[in-house]
């Protein structure tokens, strides 16, 4: 399994576009990227996947080099609500038998 | 509501002790993951079963096991507890085919 990094932490201010990166050197041709976001107390939640380019939904963009050995999760118009940790994790949909998640990225969002 | 329920919600005991953790998958999931989170640290990923049949280990304790029933619902058995073992324990499952996992809303443990 691919192994992710991604920084610690990250601060922003209510109403700015927060852009968080993952780097996996490691990733294999079958892997895709999968973004969660984790609540205090709260299992995680899935935010978005993508395998290449840019991926789009309703709450965030995923932006994929063509290399894939990085990601970038973008959250436009942060709020304070979005306080949360954002985990990465590469993985294959046909091989998902180990599941690591990295140490997240802690995102604090002030007034 | 991501489907997957956990039971107990909560659960106190003292060290020495053995509790039972209980996961039902979402309908249709075969596959389910165990994870334990201590206080302010990361997700633990400590075992995977897929339609009954373990199929990869993290970093479980020799003290825990788990396994996975006919009706797909599976426990984590944890035996004589330390301090150290407080933690949040949730599990996930995965539809088939893809690799998005939905997470229970956990069992927060405590061992006095």
């Known amino acids: 399994l691919a192994k992710t990094t991604q920084p610690i932490s990250m601060d922003s201010y209510e109403g700015q576009e927060v852009n968080i990166t993952c780097s996996h050197n490691?990733?294999?041709?079958?892997?895709?990227i999968t973004w969660y976001q984790q609540f205090p107390s709260q299992g995680p939640r899935f935010i978005i996947q993508?395998?290449?380019t840019k991926v789009t939904n309703e709450v965030a963009s995923l932006f994929i080099p063509a290399d894939r050995k990085s990601s970038t999760l973008s959250l436009p118009r942060v709020s304070l609500s979005d306080t949360a940790v954002y985990y990465c994790?590469?993985?294959?949909?046909?091989?998902?038998?180990?599941?690591?998640f990295g140490a997240g990225t802690r995102l604090t969002v002030k007034p | 509501d991501s489907g997957v329920t956990q039971t107990p919600k909560h659960l106190i005991t003292a060290t020495g002790q053995r509790v039972t953790l209980r996961c039902s998958p979402r309908?249709?999931?075969?596959?389910v993951y165990w994870y334990q989170q201590s206080l302010d640290q990361g997700l633990q990923f400590l075992i995977h079963?897929?339609?009954?049949?373990?199929?990869a280990k993290g970093n479980i304790l020799e003290r825990f096991s788990a396994q996975q029933f006919p009706d797909l619902h599976s426990e984590l058995n944890l035996s004589s507890l330390e301090l150290g073992d407080s933690a949040l324990y949730f599990c996930?499952?995965?539809?088939?085919?893809?690799?998005?996992?939905?997470f229970g809303p956990g069992t927060r443990l405590t061992v006095l």
């Open positions: 994790l590469v993985g294959s949909r046909y091989n998902n038998n180990d599941m690591r």
């Open positions: 490691n990733i294999a041709t079958n892997d895709y």
């Open positions: 993508g395998y290449k």
């Open positions: 309908s249709g999931d075969l596959s």
């Open positions: 079963y897929y339609n009954g049949e373990e199929r």
């Open positions: 996930a499952s995965i539809p088939r085919g893809e690799n998005e996992q939905f």
